[in-house]
């Protein structure tokens, strides 16, 4: 139900922020213009006996975020890649949020992990550790395989995390329905259609036998791609609420120091994560779509290694098309291509100015270029661009909010491990690579090969379709002028599928 408890739970989530002292920190690392941080402070103190306490021994966005809910958290570790937005301090804090939450008991995720697998963990496993890892919706234990001696990673589900998800997704519905109650600009937007997003992401997150999935479907794609590993599930000891993989061994991402005591070069890193983003993206349309430093490590080689495939994008090939000459515009600087490509797709309504829009397009890429990667300013750029989406009535493309998202995160990431990495320099190879082989005579080759497959699958029906079309043109008793043609398409059809018969035939002969 949306009803008056969601106002709140909204009302609460205020409070909370101002009871651990986490309102201020948050409006400082955002730069809120002052007029902001008045109404949020008048607002959020009177109900600050409303907030939720939290752990005292925590940061105080850390405090308020763990003390919310799951979905907060997420929101956290999203931010926790970005210290270019939120400052270093406070990105520093966020990272709690990846794999160090508070676990839940040993004996708990035994007896769910027996009722899951209908075995009792003892005969299943020869050992099974203290969690060593904890996060929002699930911990992960070290396990040994008792018939191989296998290491193995046993990942199981927070006890109720259903409900506390749905819970904190209700809240949302309910904002977004106000939001755009309140504010008919907002509408463009599509919260509502966002959120409904976000919940079919988490709903299928919750579900480890789509993870299992993913992550069998995933390192299929992956399995020659230098310096990367993809763990693989062990299918007959997973289930809805728990997963076993192999044991990812290596050094957390996030962990510099130790990385640099490995020996291994930091802006190597760096690039790989970016690159491989990219490839994973363009070339299969299918990438990890978490990819924040508490799911993947470094191995004893150098490899990345990741993990948690809870949340996985796909695009469809003309979605990735579209986004890969967006990128090659932007790195080739021409920005009236980028506005074009834009229009064609639908991102920009047909009436607005394409000269104005490619005009917009250079104020935001023009910065980038032959500037100190650490005099970006990400939240800038961020601020102006949704000033030109407004400006232009481009509408949210939900399909495209997982990749967004992911980019975001990516970059954060790569910017972690080395600050003066340059995104459109290092992304340019992959796109480049991309465009030559998607994009051209030989993507239209391809494309009228599976166009030629399409219709020989419908080369059966053929006659039947055009013999009874023709029955129907030849009934007696039908008058003259309400005799209907030969529809265009069964035409097409028909002699599509006699040029292909005569391209078999040829083989053949």
């Not at 080369?459 to 009874?468: D, F, H, I, Q, S």
């Amino acid at each position: 139900m949306r009803g008056p408890h969601n106002i709140i739970r909204l009302v609460r989530t205020l409070a909370t922020f101002e009871r651990t002292g986490a309102i201020g920190v948050v409006l400082e690392a955002f730069e809120a213009p002052p007029r902001l941080r008045f109404v949020a402070r008048v607002l959020g103190w009177p109900f600050k006996w409303l907030g939720l306490r939290g752990d005292p021994a925590l940061p105080s966005v850390t405090r308020a975020l763990t003390a919310l809910g799951p979905a907060y958290i997420k929101f956290g570790q999203i931010l926790s890649t970005r210290p270019d937005v939120v400052g270093d301090e406070l990105a520093l804090q966020l990272q709690y949020l990846q794999d160090k939450l508070p676990p839940f008991p040993i004996s708990v995720a035994k007896e769910m992990v027996a009722e899951e697998l209908g075995l009792p963990v003892d005969e299943v496993y020869s050992a099974f550790s203290e969690p060593v890892a904890a996060a929002s919706i699930a911990q992960v234990h070290q396990a040994r395989l008792a018939d191989s001696g296998k290491t193995v990673a046993v990942k199981v589900l927070r006890p109720g995390i259903e409900r506390a998800f749905r819970k904190d997704i209700d809240a949302f519905y309910f904002a977004a329905g106000v939001i755009e109650f309140l504010s008919p600009a907002s509408r463009r937007l599509r919260p509502m259609d966002v959120v409904k997003h976000f919940d079919g992401v988490v709903q299928g997150e919750l579900d480890l036998r789509l993870e299992s999935a993913a992550a069998g479907e995933f390192a299929a794609n992956t399995v020659d791609d230098p310096g990367f590993q993809v763990p693989k599930p062990v299918w007959d000891l997973s289930g809805r609420r728990v997963l076993t993989m192999d044991w990812a061994e290596g050094i957390n991402l996030a962990d510099n120091a130790a990385i640099d005591a490995q020996g291994v070069d930091r802006r190597v890193l760096a690039t790989r994560v970016l690159q491989l983003f990219l490839q994973h993206a363009l070339r299969d349309g299918y990438f990890h779509a978490d990819m924040h430093q508490g799911n993947m490590k470094v191995a004893q080689n150098g490899d990345i290694i990741a993990y948690d495939f809870g949340i996985m994008g796909r695009l469809d090939e003309y979605t990735r098309r579209v986004y890969a000459e967006i990128l090659f515009g932007f790195i080739k600087r021409d920005y009236r291509r980028v506005a074009e490509v834009h229009f064609e797709a639908g991102y920009v309504p047909a009436d607005r100015d394409i000269d104005e829009f490619a005009r917009a397009l250079r104020v935001v890429g023009e910065p980038i270029f032959g500037m100190d990667a650490t005099r970006i300013s990400m939240a800038r750029l961020l601020t102006y661009l949704f000033e030109v989406t407004e400006r232009f009535g481009m509408e949210t493309r939900t399909e495209l909010i997982l990749l967004q998202r992911t980019m975001v995160v990516v970059e954060g990431v790569a910017r972690s491990l080395d600050p003066q990495i340059n995104i459109w320099h290092d992304a340019r190879p992959v796109v480049e690579a991309y465009i030559k082989d998607n994009v051209g005579p030989k993507a239209l080759l391809r494309d009228l090969q599976k166009t030629a497959l399409v219709l020989a699958r419908f080369g059966p029906k053929l006659p039947g379709l055009v013999e009874a079309q023709l029955v129907r043109q030849a009934t007696p008793h039908e008058p003259v002028r309400s005799r209907r043609k030969v529809h265009p398409v069964l035409w097409v059809l028909l002699g599509a599928g006699l040029a292909l018969a005569g391209v078999l035939l040829g083989q053949k002969i």
